[in-house]
C-alpha cells in the first residue's frame, strides 16, 4: 500500500491526536502559505480551540511538542494565532520521492472503494459536422475518463449520439423532395446527407407544410417503418464514421457508441413508470410531469409531444434508467454546455420522482463557451460556424510554422515532422481548454496556444523532451539513491510527491485544470532545478546519479499527468 507524502504526514498527525483525546478528522496538512518558512501547515488548533475550549495556541504547542520527537521533521513551529507549520527532514523526504521512482503509478493510490462510472460527453449529432462547440464536451470528458480509470474506477463512457426524432425526419422529407423517393439514399455521403439537412432546416424554418411533412415522417419513422429505417441506418452510419474520424484525431475514447436511438423503447417504460406513480399529466395535448416548484420556478418535464413524438428529456430520462439497470451506474456524469443546466436540472429531479435512480449519483457538469479575440463564441473570418476540421487545420498550420521543415540541418524527416505537429497541435488544443477551470470560457487564442514559453501544453512536451535529451546526452552517469544536495532539488522533490494528492483532487473536483495547473508548475520547478544543478559537473557521481534519477522521475510524471490530460508526449522536440 502506497501512501503519498501528505498522507503519511497526516498519519503522524493523527497518531498524536489520538494521544491527546482530538479529533482526528481535524488531522489534516496543506501545503504551506508561505512555502519559504515552511513545507506544510496544519491550521487544526483554530477549529478544536472552538470544540475544546481552549486557546488555540496552547492547542498548537501541544500537538507541536509531541510531533517534534518524531526524526522525519526538521522543523516544527507554532505561528501566529496557533498555525502549526512543518518541514521536512531532508533524509526523509528524499527517500519518499526515492520510494516514487519504483512505483509505476508515480506515487498515487487508488480509491478505496471502486465505482462504475458512466461518463457522457461528446454527444454529436447526425448530418451535423462537429463545431467548435463539440470540442470541449470531448476534451474534458477524455480527461475525465483517463482521470477517474487511473485512480481505479470502472469507467463506461458513451457518446450519447444524437441520431433520432425530427432531424431524421426532416433528411428523409428533403431527400423524397428532391429525388421523389428514396431509392438513392444509400449512395449518399456525410457531406450530401449534411446539405440536405441545411436544406431542410431552412425549408422547414419557412414553411409549415414542409414542417408538417417532416412530422409526419418522423413519426413513420420511430414506427419502425421498414424503408424509414433503412434510410436512418444509412444516415446513422455515415455520420457515426465521420464523428468517429474526428475523435480520432482528437484522441477521445468511447466504450459506448449508443445514441438517443437506443432509448427509445424504453421511453416507453418512463412513460409507464410516470403513469403508475400518478406523475403523469395530460397537458395541451403533451404528457408532462411536474416538478416542485418551492425554490424557483420550473418548467415541467415534457414526456409525449402532442404529435406522439418522445423528447429529449424523456430519452435522457430513458438513458438513466438503462445505465442503471444494464451497467450498474453508481455515478452519471454528463459534460456539456452550461446552458443545457435546465434540462439536466429537470431531468434529474424526474428521475428522482419517478424512482429510476435510487442509488446512483447524477451529476451535471457544465462549460462555458470557446470564444474568439471578440469575446463572441469562436467563429470562421466570414462569421460561419467554426467546423472542428477546420479549426483543427488552422491550428495546425500555425504550429508547423515554427516546426522545421524535412531535409534541413534538424534532421528530422518528413514524418516525424507531421506526427509531431500533429501531437504538438492536439497537446495545445487540448492543453488550452484544460488549464481554464471547466465552468469559465476562454479565448482562443491562435497567437498563443501553441506557445514553446508560458503556460501552454507544447511548453510541457518540450520539458519532457528535454528530459529526454538529457538522459540521451549522459549514458555513463549512473542512477543513484535520491538525496538533496541544493534547494532547487528540495523544491522538486516536493513538488513531485504531491503527484498523487492533486490526482485525487481533480477526480473529486472533476476539475482536470487541477493537474494542468500542476504540470506547469512542475515543468517550472525542473526548468529552475536544472539551471542551477549541473548533472555532469556534480560534486560527487552519488550527486550526479542522484539528479539524473530525479531528472527521470520528473519525466515520468509530466508524462502521466499529461496523459490524463489526453496529452501524448513526443520522445523527440526541435531544439530540445
Ligand atoms: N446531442 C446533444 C446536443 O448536441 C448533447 C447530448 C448530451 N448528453 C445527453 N445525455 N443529453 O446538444
Known amino acids: 500500500m502506497f501512501y503519498t507524502l501528505e498522507e503519511q504526514i497526516e498519519r503522524k498527525l493523527g497518531k498524536v491526536f489520538d494521544e491527546l483525546g482530538l479529533d482526528k478528522k481535524y488531522a489534516v496538512i496543506k501545503n504551506s502559505d508561505r ?39 526538521e522543523k516544527i513551529s507554532v505561528d501566529g494565532p496557533g498555525f502549526i507549520n512543518l518541514s521536512l527532514n531532508n533524509v526523509f523526504l528524499a527517500q519518499n520521492v526515492d520510494d516514487i521512482c519504483g512505483d509505476e503509478r508515480c506515487g498515487c493510490p487508488c480509491v478505496d472503494e471502486k465505482k462504475t ?87 422547414c424554418k419557412e414553411d409549415e407544410k414542409s414542417k408538417e411533412t417532416a412530422r409526419i415522417i418522423t413519426a413513420k419513422f420511430q414506427d419502425g417503418d421498414d424503408e424509414y429505417m ?12 465521420a464523428v468517429k474520424e474526428n475523435y480520432k484525431e482528437l484522441g477521445v475514447h468511447f466504450d459506448l457508441w449508443l445514441g438517443e436511438s437506443d432509448a427509445h423503447k424504453t421511453c416507453f417504460e418512463i412513460k409507464k413508470i410516470a403513469e403508475d406513480k400518478g406523475l403523469l399529466e395530460f397537458d395541451d395535448g403533451a404528457y408532462i410531469i411536474r416538478l416542485d416548484e418551492e425554490n424557483k420556478p420550473k418548467p415541467p418535464v415534457i414526456i409525449e409531444k402532442s404529435d406522439g413524438g418522445f423528447t429529449y428529456q424523456a430519452t435522457d430520462l430513458a438513458t438513466i434508467k438503462m445505465r442503471v439497470d444494464d451497467l450498474s451506474a453508481d455515478e452519471i456524469i454528463y459534460f456539456t454546455d452550461k446552458r443545457q443546466q ?53 491550428s495546425k498550420e500555425k504550429v508547423a510554422e515554427s516546426m522545421p521543415k524535412a531535409g534541413d540541418e534538424s534532421g528530422f524527416s518528413a514524418e516525424e515532422i507531421e506526427k509531431l505537429v500533429n501531437q504538438v497541435t492536439i497537446g495545445a488544443i487540448k492543453f488550452q481548454d484544460l488549464k481554464n477551470n471547466i465552468a469559465s470560457g476562454y479565448i482562443f487564442d491562435l497567437e498563443d496556444f501553441a506557445n514553446f514559453e508560458g503556460k501552454t501544453g507544447p511548453y510541457i512536451q518540450y520539458a519532457v523532451a528535454r ?25 522538486l522533490m516536493l513538488k513531485i510527491a504531491q503527484f498523487g494528492n492533486v490526482i485525487f483532487r481533480a477526480e473529486q473536483e472533476k476539475e482536470p485544470s487541477i493537474i494542468s495547473d500542476y504540470a506547469y508548475n512542475l515543468a517550472q520547478s525542473f526548468s529552475v532545478f536544472y539551471n542551477a544543478s549541473s548533472i555532469k559537473d556534480a560534486d560527487s557521481a552519488e550527486i550526479a546519479g542522484s539528479r539524473l534519477k530525479l531528472a527521470k522521475l520528473t519525466k515520468d510524471v509530466l508524462t502521466k499527468a499529461l496523459f490524463l490530460l489526453g496529452i501524448e508526449t513526443p520522445e523527440v522536440m526541435p531544439k530540445a
Open 35 to 73: 512555502p519559504d518558512l515552511s513545507d506544510f501547515q496544519c491550521n487544526a488548533a483554530l477549529a478544536l480551540a472552538k470544540i475544546e475550549k481552549k486557546n488555540p495556541r496552547q492547542i498548537a504547542e501541544n500537538i507541536a511538542a509531541k510531533l517534534s520527537v518524531d526524526e522525519d521533521f
Open 117 to 203: 462510472i458512466v461518463l457522457d460527453y461528446g454527444g454529436p449529432n447526425v448530418a451535423k459536422e462537429m463545431h467548435v462547440g463539440h470540442l470541449r464536451s470531448g476534451v474534458i470528458g477524455e480527461s475525465m475518463r483517463r482521470i477517474e480509470k487511473f485512480v481505479g474506477n470502472n469507467v463506461i463512457s458513451d457518446v450519447h449520439f444524437g441520431d433520432w426524432g425530427t432531424p431524421i425526419g426532416m433528411i428523409l422529407a428533403e431527400v423524397i423532395a428532391h429525388d421523389g423517393n428514396l431509392d438513392k439514399m444509400e449512395s449518399y455521403d456525410i457531406a450530401d446527407i449534411t446539405a440536405f439537412y441545411k436544406k431542410a432546416n431552412i425549408r
Open 342 to 394: 435546465l434540462h439536466f436540472e429537470q431531468v434529474f429531479e424526474a428521475a428522482e420522482k419517478l424512482g429510476i435512480a435510487l442509488n446512483t449519483k447524477l451529476k451535471h457538469i457544465g462549460f462555458g463557451t470557446v470564444n474568439g479575440s471578440d469575446g463572441k463564441p469562436f467563429k470562421t473570418r466570414d462569421g460561419g460556424v467554426m467546423t472542428l476540421v477546420d479549426m483543427i487545420k488552422m
Open 230 to 241: 433503412k434510410a436512418w441506418k444509412h444516415i446513422r452510419k455515415v455520420s457515426v464514421d
Open 467 to 491: 528530459i529526454n535529451s538529457i538522459m540521451r546526452k549522459n549514458p555513463d552517469i549512473k542512477m543513484e539513491k535520491i538525496v538533496v544536495s541544493n534547494i532547487e532539488e528540495r523544491n
